[in-house]
Antibody, heavy 118, light 107 residues
Framework: QIQLVQSGPELKKPGESVKISCKASGYTFTDYAMHWVKQAPGKGLKWMGWINTYTGKPTYADDFKGRFVFSLEASASTANLQISNLKNEDTATYFC???????????WGQGVMVTVSS | DIRMTQSPASLSASLGETVNIECLASEDIYSDLAWYQQKPGKSPQLLIYNANSLQNGVPSRFSGSGSGTQYSLKINSLQSEDVATYFCQQYNNYPWTFGGGTKLELK
């Protein structure tokens, strides 16, 4: 069955970096795009951008340009999100989510809670 | 950016009742709209795509409708397992944007 399994929760200090992984299984990884979605505590969903799993090309929403990097380990069917110079407002749950050619998200990871606190 | 406005923000309904949730886009999104259900502590689950297509495995009591800028999600015969927060999402124009959510509780 199709699964997106994300890495575990992270507790970081301001200014540090974090790398979150999303391992896909049950389908051909390069046939579907991978998106990243942020959910701050008690808040709604915000689309961060996506990565073309065939070419490796990332696309970032405006609010996520600069400190955020999407990458792949295609041989391992894994997408990664790295956030550098962490700020308190990065405290959130980060989801990976799959889409086909049309960008609605049919499978989601379980989410990774990142807490940024001094 | 396309702004997605959901109403109501919260809703209380009884078992067996019919529930409607609305989503208004700030411009025409040509039915490029999805609905998701998110239960506490869980990831969102796709219910509806292309405004009115039911995702595989989703109960038929869920349905979507609308066009242009106005869309709605209908839940017939509300069940206890439908208690959740519901989000709409447009995928017509970058950046893809979500509504603020509708929290559905049992009365």
């Amino acid at each position: 069955q199709i699964q997106l399994v994300q890495s575990g929760p992270e507790l970081k200090k301001p200014g540090e970096s974090v790398k979150i992984s999303c391992k896909a299984s049950g389908y051909t990884f390069t046939d579907y795009a991978m998106h990243w979605v942020k959910q701050a505590p008690g808040k709604g969903l915000k689309w961060m951008g996506w990565i073309n799993t065939y070419t490796g090309k990332p696309t970032y929403a405006d609010d996520f340009k600069g400190r955020f990097v999407f990458s792949l380990e295609a041989s391992a069917s894994t997408a990664n999100l790295q956030i550098s110079n962490l700020k308190n407002e990065d405290t959130a749950t980060y989801f990976c989510a799959r889409s086909g050619r049309v960008a609605y998200f049919d499978y989601w990871g379980q989410g990774v809670m990142v807490t940024v606190s001094s | 950016d396309i702004r997605m406005t959901q109403s109501p923000a919260s809703l209380s309904a009884s078992l067996g009742e019919t529930v409607n949730i609305e989503c208004l886009a700030s411009e025409d999104i040509y039915s490029d709209l999805a609905w998701y259900q998110q239960k506490p502590g869980k990831s969102p689950q796709l219910l509806i795509y292309n405004a009115n297509s039911l995702q595989n495995g989703v109960p038929s009591r869920f349905s979507g409708s609308g066009s242009g800028t106005q869309y709605s999600l209908k839940i017939n015969s509300l069940q206890s397992e439908d208690v959740a927060t519901y989000f709409c999402q447009q995928y017509n124009n970058y950046p893809w944007t979500f509504g603020g959510g509708t929290k559905l509780e049992l009365k």
